[in-house]
Nanobody, 114 residues
Framework: QVQLVESGGGLVQPGGSLRLSCAAS????????MGWYRQAPGKQRELVGT???????NYADSVKGRFTISRDNAEKTTYLQMNSLKSEDTAVYYC????????WGQGTQVTVSS
């Protein structure tokens, strides 16, 4: 099955930006709908947004207008551009194939703090 590796997290001040990457192991990535998720301490994992094989996107209300998901099928990578970050965006961020319950990667930590 497709394996995924997230990267790009870090510590950022409120109002700042980060871009996360998620690299897939197989070229089948190009036909898959991908999801970005996050899990804050003590909370359940939640969906941030999705991107279809042709680039159509959907976002959670909490990130709409601040986050942008994109993909580069040739590089087998999806990206999460996060702008105007808030403290409540602090979480471990994951990507996964939309609808898949297993195959989670290690995630990448995003901490928004002054």
């Amino acid at each position: 099955q497709v394996q995924l590796v997230e990267s790009g997290g870090g510590l950022v001040q409120p109002g700042g930006s980060l871009r996360l990457s998620c690299a897939a192991s197989q070229s089948i990535f190009s036909i898959l709908t991908m999801g970005w998720y996050r899990q804050a301490p003590g909370k359940q994992r939640e969906l941030v947004g999705t991107i279809g094989r042709y680039g159509s996107t959907n976002y959670a209300d909490s990130v709409k207008g601040r986050f942008t998901i994109s993909r580069d099928n040739a590089e087998k990578t999806t990206y999460l551009q996060m702008n105007s970050l808030k403290s409540e965006d602090t979480a471990v961020y994951y990507c996964n194939v939309w609808g898949r319950s297993d195959g989670w990667g290690q995630g990448t930590q995003v901490t928004v703090s002054s």
